[in-house]
């Protein structure tokens, strides 16, 4: 069942149907009645300003107040574009030299993938993948470039102690570090999940081993290298977009609609249905599905029309009234935590809310010393963080 929307939300759904129609050929928006302020809280959640600009370009269907907040925001993200595909280039070959594989994740690489240079999606920082065990040397090559890890107690290193590397590579459950460079913010991932996410701790098989076979020579602004296939990409869109985020913003939406259009066919759905369970994936991919046939009218190949005959759509709701909430959790503690705890609702049957609870409460505790570092982060101080946290959930803050 098809539940209603709001007519802002329907303008941004619909953006995304017709994402790769002719721009012109089809007036999509024309005649719809909206209220502006509304419209612009939910584009800048779901952060599809550039898909809807492209429709401004050719229907002028929006009130000036929108149409001159997009074109200013499109003409900051093509320079920034620009400016993160010479960094990525850059990066790629740097790593290239040093014989060491980079990946390029989520919106940089889809980009010039599945959207093929279209100003169409926005991105706001830079996702690259390494395998663990290049993830020193990987760190040693990036301090070297320039790079310094975002933290106020870190941001000066210009190498890693021997103590903070062990923190970092061995006992950390994050799987990610954040780097910065001028301009430039970069992700660095070693794992498509943290281990504190149900997923990963609870997966039969290692999604990432898997992931990191599915790669095929491409050319990247002209850099040859080898990136993740279809296949590939489909498992990092359902990872981050589908797991992590559990399809709260349509952005993940808009890709994984972006993805089916152009690499449908060159999928193996059979062996996709036969590997999700064991990557604790089979809900995330069952909501997409249902989300991509019902609210994108995209007719999904038979195999997977059948594989969504079972889905819960008293949970569906729920991702439904977030896109229309359009609240960012970042912005209060509180939320933070009601966030985490709405991406547990989605998780397959055999999720544990106590185990869940342990392996986060060890993520916590490991992140609170690299945070601190070098000064000593004991237990006192944990128990103390963690009543800190108690008080400001329970007043809201």
């Known amino acids: ?12 759904i619909t953006a995304i149907k017709h994402q790769f129609e002719k721009q012109g050929d089809t007036p999509i928006f024309r005649n719809n009645t909206y209220n502006s302020s509304q419209l612009t809280k939910l584009y800048r959640y779901h952060g599809l300003q550039a898909l809807l600009n492209s429709y401004e370009n050719s229907e002028k269907y929006m009130l000036d107040t929108n149409r001159d907040e997009l074109k200013y925001f499109m003409t900051n993200q093509v320079i920034k574009n620009m400016k993160y595909a010479a960094e990525t280039s850059r990066l790629l070959k740097l790593f290239s030299d040093r014989k060491i594989p980079l990946y390029v994740l989520k919106g940089n690489l ?4 599945i959207y093929q240079n279209k100003q169409v999606r926005a991105t706001s920082d ?41 923190l970092i590579i061995n006992k950390s459950l994050h799987n990610e570090i954040h780097l910065q460079k001028g301009i430039f913010n970069l992700d660095f ?10 997923q990963k701790y609870q997966e039969k098989e290692v999604l990432i081993n898997r992931v990191l076979k599915l790669t095929e020579a491409t050319k990247i602004n002209g850099i040859e290298t080898r990136q993740l296939n279809p296949e590939g990409q489909f498992w990092m869109i359902l990872a981050h977009h589908g797991a992590k985020e559990s399809w709260l913003k349509l952005r993940h939406i808009q890709d994984f609609h972006a993805l089916m259009h152009q690499f449908e066919k060159q999928i193996d759905w059979e062996v996709i249905i036969s590997q999700v369970e064991d990557y604790r994936l089979t809900n995330t991919l069952k ?11 995209y007719t ?18 729920i991702i439904i009234r977030e896109w229309e909430n359009a609240t960012y959790w970042g912005t209060k503690r509180a939320l933070m935590i009601r966030n985490l705890y709405l991406t547990t609702l989605f998780q397959d049957e055999d999720f544990s809310y106590l185990k869940h609870i342990r392996i986060y409460f060890n993520y916590f ?13 004991n237990s006192r101080q944990l128990l103390n963080s963690t009543f800190l946290l108690i008080k400001r959930l329970i007043n809201k803050e």
């Open 189 to 198: 991932h070693w794992d498509l999940f943290q281990n504190f996410f149900y």
């Open 287 to 297: 909501n997409g599905l249902f989300i991509l046939k019902t609210y994108l009218n």
């Open 126 to 166: 830079l996702d690259v993948l390494i395998e663990k065990k290049q993830l020193k040397k990987s760190l040693e090559i990036l301090l070297e470039d320039g790079y310094r890890i975002n933290s106020p107690n870190l941001i000066h290193l210009h190498s890693l102690p021997e103590d903070l590397e062990d």
């Open 365 to 377: 505790k490991i992140l609170k010393q690299i945070e601190h570092y070098p000064n000593p982060y």
């Open 1 to 12: 069942m098809k539940k209603e929307l709001s007519p802002e939300l329907d303008i941004l």
């Open 300 to 317: 999904l190949p038979p195999i997977l029309d059948h594989y969504i005959k079972d889905i819960n759509l008293l949970k569906m709701d």
């Open 110 to 113: 889809l980009i010039q993938g």
